[in-house]
Nanobody
Framework: VQLVESGGGLVLVGGSLRLSCTVS????????MGWFRQAPGKQREFVAA????????HYAASVKGRFTIARDNTQNTVYLQMNSLTPEDTAIYYC?????????????????WGQGTQVTVSS
């Protein structure tokens, strides 16, 4: 499974970005998808995840109400809409995939990863 993120960049505080992750190599709808992030000097942390048919969603408390995860199984793509961004959201954002949706927040429960896309929120 290959995962390629896009959509990162530099944005001002309070702004918005939409990240995309396109999956190839396997049937996209066979995989639950997640977004994680890692800031400099910090551990990788969970952001959001979505089940195979989008009937299951969960978010980190720090992004709930500001970020929205969605998927388009016809386009083999998962999205992360990020609104009301703050400097604390600055990180490399990674897309991840797993065959099973467990509601997990643990990176080790996701088997496949993209290379990441940088998001920088500036004041």
């Amino acid at each position: 499974v290959q995962l390629v993120e896009s959509g990162g960049g530099l944005v001002l505080v309070g702004g918005s970005l939409r990240l995309s992750c396109t999956v190839s190599g396997r049937t996209f709808s066979d995989y639950a998808m997640g977004w994680f992030r890692q800031a400099p000097g910090k551990q990788r942390e969970f952001v959001a995840a979505i089940s195979h048919r989008a009937d299951g969603l969960h978010y980190a408390a720090s992004v709930k109400g500001r970020f929205t995860i969605a998927r388009d199984n016809t386009q083999n793509t998962v999205y992360l809409q990020m609104n009301s961004l703050t400097p604390e959201d600055t990180a490399i954002y990674y897309c991840a995939a797993n065959r099973v949706y467990t509601g997990s927040y643990w990176p080790g429960d996701f088997a496949f990863w993209g290379q990441g896309t940088q998001v920088t929120v500036s004041s």
